[in-house]
């Protein structure tokens, strides 16, 4: 049984700065990958960023913007979020491919999701 819970969101001004965490817990064996995900109202859910073993991807919309950072130890995923714009607006989502370390079943868990506005 794996659990993701986000925290740091927020209502911030544009060219503000926010910073996201997500923790994962319960019974992992290994984390293969983790990322954030948004999804804005009528619009689909993107991916934001996401960090592997040894590489990172970020959407074009945010490169130079976010940047996505892990703490292998604890099982935690960090998006800082600086310049925000009101485009940044939407729910974020924390994302993680783990291994089960009851079933040693591969298995995409989520978040229930963070809400971050950027308004003035």
């Known amino acids: 049984q794996v659990q993701l819970v986000e925290s740091g969101g927020g209502l911030v001004q544009p060219g503000g700065s926010l910073r996201l965490s997500c923790a994962a817990s319960?019974?992992?064996?290994?984390?293969?990958?983790m990322g954030w995900y948004r999804q804005a109202p009528g619009k689909q859910r993107e991916l934001v960023a996401a960090?592997?073993?040894?590489?990172?991807n970020y959407a074009d919309s945010v490169k130079g913007r976010f940047a996505i950072s892990r703490d292998y130890a604890k099982n935690l995923v960090y998006l800082q979020m600086n310049r925000l714009q009101a485009e940044d607006t939407a729910v974020y989502y924390c994302?993680?491919?783990?291994?089960?370390?009851?079933?040693?079943?591969?298995?995409?868990?989520w978040g229930q999701g963070t809400q971050v506005t950027v308004s003035s």
């Open positions: 960090s592997g073993s040894g590489n990172t």
């Open positions: 319960g019974s992992i064996l290994r984390i293969n990958a």
């Open positions: 994302n993680a491919d783990i291994t089960d370390s009851s079933s040693m079943s591969r298995y995409d868990y």
